[in-house]
Nanobody
């Protein structure tokens, strides 16, 4: 399994931007489809974005489409989530997840990070 560590969370005003990073251990990062999920207080975890292990396919939740961008740099074993035009409803703990050679069209993942808090003030 791959070990995942998120960073980049924080407090930002509505309309602002943040970039989250997820660093993965191991030498097979390029074989993993990566995703971001989030969980707000009192709510279930929800899918945010995913990028296929090949890097040529992405998927986004409707709520973040056109505002968030997922990308990866395999040479750095890192996946990113660029978040723009942030809204108070984006406030949540954001976690990255990984699955080996997986499709972006399904939301089952085998490895998870601990998460990083994103708070958007109004």
């Amino acid at each position: 399994q791959v070990q995942l560590v998120e960073s980049g969370g924080g407090l930002v005003q509505a309309g602002g931007s943040l970039r989250l990073s997820c660093a993965a251990s191991g030498r097979t990062f390029s074989s993993y489809t990566m995703a971001w999920f989030r969980q707000a207080p009192g709510k279930e975890r929800e899918f945010v974005a995913a990028i296929r292990w090949t890097g040529d396919s992405t998927k986004y939740a409707d709520s973040v489409k056109d505002r968030f961008t997922v990308s990866r740099v395999n040479a750095k074993n890192t996946v990113y989530l660029e978040m723009n035009s942030l809204k108070p409803e984006d406030t949540a703990v954001y976690s990255c997840a990984a699955k080996l050679f997986g499709l972006v069209t399904t939301n089952e993942y085998s490895s998870w990070g601990q998460g990083t808090q994103v708070t958007v003030s109004s």
